[in-house]
């Protein structure tokens, strides 16, 4: 079955650096792009950014563009969200999934907290 398991959330100070993995298994991973989504506490689901299948391209949320990386390890089945300079307007549960526009497997998510 399909299975998206995130990792590497934590708390860190505002300025501070994560790197989220996301590790994809159960299907042909090369072949779909991938997102990543956050929701704050209060707050829906929203879009951070997305891959295509080979990593050639991405796409980002307005509000973390410059700040957060997305890239893939085809060999890995592994996705990963690279955020840096984080701020405490970044605290949410971050979770990965499956798909550019369709949307069919979330991962289970990983919380990440920024605060002094």
């Known amino acids: 079955q399909v299975q998206l398991v995130e990792s590497g959330g934590g708390l860190v100070q505002p300025g501070g650096s994560l790197r989220l993995s996301c590790v994809a298994s159960?299907?042909?991973?090369?072949?779909?792009?991938m997102s990543w989504y956050r929701q704050a506490p209060g707050k829906v689901r929203a879009f951070v950014g997305s891959?295509?299948?080979?990593?050639?391209?991405?796409n980002y949320q307005d509000s973390v563009r410059h700040r957060f990386t997305i890239s893939r390890d085809n060999a890995k089945n592994t996705v990963y969200l690279q955020m840096n300079n984080l701020k405490p307007e970044d605290t949410a549960m971050y979770y990965c999934t499956r798909g550019w526009t369709t949307l069919d497997y979330w991962g289970q998510g990983t919380q990440v907290t920024v605060s002094s």
């Open positions: 159960g299907f042909a991973f090369s072949n779909y792009p």
């Open positions: 891959i295509t299948t080979d990593g050639a391209n991405t």
